[in-house]
Structure formats: structure tokens, C-alpha cells
């Protein structure tokens, strides 16, 4: 794949088979990007058009893995513009939309994030003192949303969930990928 992202929208109507499902997890750090306008670029502009190119393509399911508690009518820059990410995905009325809405992410990075690193170290610490309850109430590991994305998006293909939108939280996450994915239902 090209290290030019503003031609993978176009490369996506190229894939043959057309695939029946796109997941996008796609995003970026401020620090990374170098600015913000940077990072919206990718966070937003760049999903928005991908989402475009999937739609146009005859993907049938579209799965977001967005954040917790976001919003387009926010303040704050950050869940400004995931709230208007996910308000843009819906609009383009996929036969199955699904947005996963995580809390804090837990595991490792390849980058620096200090602040996000504390509040890591105290969700994984929190979780082996409870056994996961007391993080399971606001944060995950990023590994379990993997799974959650994938399960949620074979359910749609198989058609187990209805036409529409589905927007999966914290609790359903969980469900989703560690009970439902051992299981396979």
C-alpha cells in the first residue's frame, strides 16, 4: 500500500472481489501529525473519504471503531471531531453501520502519549486488583475492540443483526470480543 493516502480512496473501488465489509480503525495522535489541522486530515478528512470510496464501492458493512463519549457538538476539539466523523459515516446510510465507542485503550504503543500511559498503568492495575471489573467500566484492551469490530462485523454479514445503525458500547464491546468471541455465537 502507498504511503500516500490521498490515493487510497481510489484504490479501494479497484479491489476485486468488492468486499462486503470495511472497518476502520484509522486514526492518529496530535503529537504525531504535528498539528491539529494535521491530524484531522487523517482522523477525519482521510476516513470520511475512504468511508466515501467503501459506500460508492458496494461495501454492505461498515464498522467505525470511534471513543467513548464524543460528540459534534463538543467543545473540545478531539471528541469534536470524532463526533463529526461519526455523524458523517452515518450519513452515508451503509446497509449496516457499526460504531464501536471504546473507552481508554489499553496496551502498548510505539509511541509516546505520557498522560495516556498513567492512566493505563492504573486501568491495568485496577483491572488485576478486580478481577476487570473496575476497568471494564472505562477502559479496554485495544485487542479485545479487534475482536469486538471483527465479531460485530461477521454478525451483519451474516445477517444476525438488523439493516441499519448499531452503535456498540463499552459494556457490549466486552461482550463482544471476550465472552462472544470464545464462543464463536
Known amino acids: 500500500m502507498s504511503s500516500d493516502t490521498s490515493i487510497w480512496p481510489s484504490k479501494l ?8 465489509i470495511f472497518l ?20 477525519l478528512d482521510l476516513n470520511v473519504s475512504l468511508a466515501k470510496a467503501a459506500k460508492e ?3 454492505k458493512v ?26 458523517e459515516v452515518k ?15 489499553l496496551g502498548s504503543r510505539e509511541d509516546s502519549r505520557p498522560a ?34 471483527v465479531n460485530a462485523g461477521m454478525q451483519c454479514i451474516d445477517e444476525r443483526r438488523e439493516k441499519g445503525l448499531w452503535v456498540v458500547n463499552q459494556s457490549d464491546i466486552f461482550k463482544l470480543g471476550k465472552t462472544e468471541w470464545k464462543t464463536g455465537s
Open 13 to 20: 473501488s479497484l479491489l476485486s472481489p468488492t468486499p462486503s
Open 24 to 43: 476502520s480503525a484509522l486514526g492518529t495522535t496530535r503529537q504525531i501529525a504535528g498539528s491539529f489541522e494535521a491530524q484531522r486530515a487523517i482522523d
Open 57 to 59: 464501492s458496494g461495501v
Open 62 to 87: 461498515y464498522v467505525l471503531i470511534s471513543s467513548a463519549m464524543v460528540s459534534s457538538s463538543s467543545s473540545m476539539p478531539y471528541p469534536k471531531m470524532k463526533g463529526e466523523l461519526e455523524d
Open 91 to 105: 450519513k452515508l446510510d451503509f446497509p449496516f453501520t457499526v460504531i464501536l465507542k471504546p473507552g481508554l485503550l
Open 116 to 149: 495516556e500511559a498513567v492512566a493505563r498503568a492504573i486501568g491495568s492495575a485496577l483491572g488485576k486488583l478486580s478481577n476487570g471489573w473496575l476497568t471494564e467500566r472505562f477502559a479496554v484492551d485495544a485487542e479485545i475492540v479487534a475482536k469486538a469490530a
